[in-house]
C-alpha cells in the first residue's frame, strides 16, 4: 500500500475533507491533494503528523513480504468478476450471492456491494464467509420497502440492532441473503462510498455497483469484526495490483 492511500484513507475515516484536514494539520490543501494522488511523497514525520492529524495513529511493522498473495491476485484479475465468485464459493452459496446481486442489480434504489463478496468481484484473493450480499443503499428505508414489495423476509438478529456496523438480514424466496448495512466503520456508508464506486458488469444482463478497493480496506482496517480485518493483506496486494488502473 502506498503513501497515497494511507492519506486518503486516514482522511475519509475521519470524514474530513482536504481543507479540513489541511486546517487540522497546517498543510495547504493542494499539498495533500499532491500526497493523495500519488504526484508527491510525504516524508515519514509529515505522514506520521498527518493521520495523527486525522485523530488516528500511523503503526508500522515489518512483515515478511508475502509474494503469494501478490501471485493469487495475477491469477484472479485473469478471470471475469462472476469467475472469480464462482471460484470462491461452494455451489449452493455461489448460486444464493448470484441471486442477491441480480436482486440488488434491478432494485430502483442505488446501492453499493461491500464486504467480502465486494473484494472477490474486484480480484481479491481472500474467500468470503458465505455468499450473503452485503450492501449499502441511498435510501435504506426505500430499499426495505422494496424488500417486503418482493416478498424477501426479515431476519431477525442481534446484527439488526447494533449502533455501529448493523445488517439488517432478509431472504430471498428462492435463497439467498441480503444484508444491508448501515453505520459502517471507517466510513459515511452510501454517500461516502458512491464517489469512487466502480461500475462491475457481472454478464450480460447484470451490472452492479462495487466499493472501490481503498475503500473496502478503509472499511476492513475500521471493523471490528475478525473475518473483516482478516481481508487486509488481500486487499493490499490488490491495490498494489491495480494501481495503474
Same mark, same amino acid.
Given at each position: 500500500?502506498?503513501?497515497?492511500?494511507?492519506?486518503?484513507?486516514?482522511?475519509?475515516?475521519?470524514?474530513?475533507?482536504?481543507?479540513?484536514?489541511?486546517?487540522?494539520?497546517?498543510?495547504?490543501?493542494?499539498?495533500?491533494?499532491? $500526497?493523495?494522488?500519488?504526484?508527491?511523497? !510525504?516524508?515519514?514525520?509529515?505522514?506520521?503528523?498527518?493521520?495523527?492529524?486525522?485523530?488516528?495513529?500511523?503503526?508500522?511493522?515489518?512483515?515478511? *513480504?508475502?509474494?503469494?498473495?501478490?501471485?493469487?491476485?495475477?491469477?484472479?484479475?485473469?478471470?471475469?468478476?462472476?469467475? @472469480?465468485?464462482? @471460484?470462491?464459493?461452494?455451489?449452493?452459496? $455461489?448460486?444464493?450471492?448470484?441471486?442477491?446481486?441480480?436482486?440488488?442489480? @434491478?432494485?430502483?434504489? !442505488?446501492?453499493?456491494?461491500?464486504?467480502?463478496?465486494?473484494?472477490?468481484?474486484?480480484?481479491?484473493?481472500?474467500?468470503?464467509?458465505?455468499?450473503?450480499?452485503?450492501?449499502?443503499?441511498?435510501?435504506?428505508?426505500?430499499?426495505?420497502?422494496?424488500?417486503?414489495?418482493?416478498?424477501?423476509?426479515?431476519?431477525?438478529?442481534?446484527?439488526?440492532?447494533?449502533?455501529?456496523?448493523?445488517?439488517?438480514? $432478509?431472504?430471498?424466496?428462492?435463497?439467498?441473503?441480503?444484508?444491508?448495512?448501515?453505520?459502517?466503520?471507517?466510513?459515511?456508508?452510501?454517500?461516502?462510498? *458512491?464517489?469512487?464506486?466502480?461500475?462491475?458488469?457481472?454478464?450480460?444482463?447484470?451490472?452492479?455497483?462495487?466499493?472501490?478497493?481503498?475503500?473496502?480496506?478503509?472499511?476492513?482496517?475500521?471493523?471490528?469484526?475478525?473475518?473483516?480485518?482478516?481481508?487486509?493483506?488481500?486487499?493490499?496486494?490488490?491495490?498494489?495490483?491495480?494501481?495503474?488502473?
Amino acid at each position: 500500500m502506498e503513501t497515497a492511500d494511507v492519506v486518503r484513507i486516514a482522511r475519509q475515516r475521519a470524514g474530513l475533507t482536504q481543507q479540513q484536514l489541511a486546517d487540522r494539520s497546517g498543510h495547504p490543501r493542494e499539498t495533500i491533494a499532491r $500526497w493523495e494522488t500519488g504526484a508527491r511523497e !510525504p516524508s515519514l514525520t509529515d505522514l506520521r503528523a498527518l493521520v495523527s492529524a486525522a485523530d488516528l495513529d500511523l503503526v508500522i511493522n515489518l512483515a515478511q *513480504r508475502d509474494e503469494s498473495l501478490l501471485e493469487a491476485v495475477d491469477d484472479e484479475l485473469q478471470l471475469t468478476p462472476m469467475q @472469480r465468485l464462482r @471460484r470462491a464459493l461452494p455451489d449452493g452459496e $455461489w448460486k444464493d450471492a448470484r441471486r442477491g446481486l441480480r436482486w440488488l442489480s @434491478r432494485a430502483p434504489t !442505488p446501492t453499493i456491494v461491500i464486504g467480502g463478496i465486494g473484494g472477490v468481484l474486484h480480484g481479491a484473493p481472500q474467500r468470503p464467509h458465505g455468499g450473503r450480499v452485503e450492501f449499502v443503499s441511498a435510501d435504506p428505508f426505500a430499499t426495505e420497502h422494496q424488500m417486503r414489495a418482493e416478498y424477501l423476509v426479515p431476519i431477525d438478529s442481534e446484527e439488526r440492532w447494533l449502533d455501529v456496523d448493523a445488517r439488517a438480514l $432478509w431472504t430471498l424466496p428462492k435463497g439467498g441473503t441480503l444484508a444491508l448495512a448501515s453505520n459502517v466503520p471507517g466510513t459515511d456508508d452510501y454517500r461516502d462510498l *458512491r464517489r469512487s464506486a466502480v461500475p462491475v458488469q457481472l454478464d450480460k444482463t447484470t451490472a452492479i455497483t462495487v466499493a472501490h478497493p481503498r475503500d473496502l480496506l478503509r472499511m476492513a482496517d475500521a471493523s471490528p469484526r475478525e473475518p473483516e480485518r482478516a481481508r487486509i493483506p488481500g486487499l493490499r496486494a490488490l491495490l498494489d495490483r491495480t494501481r495503474d488502473e
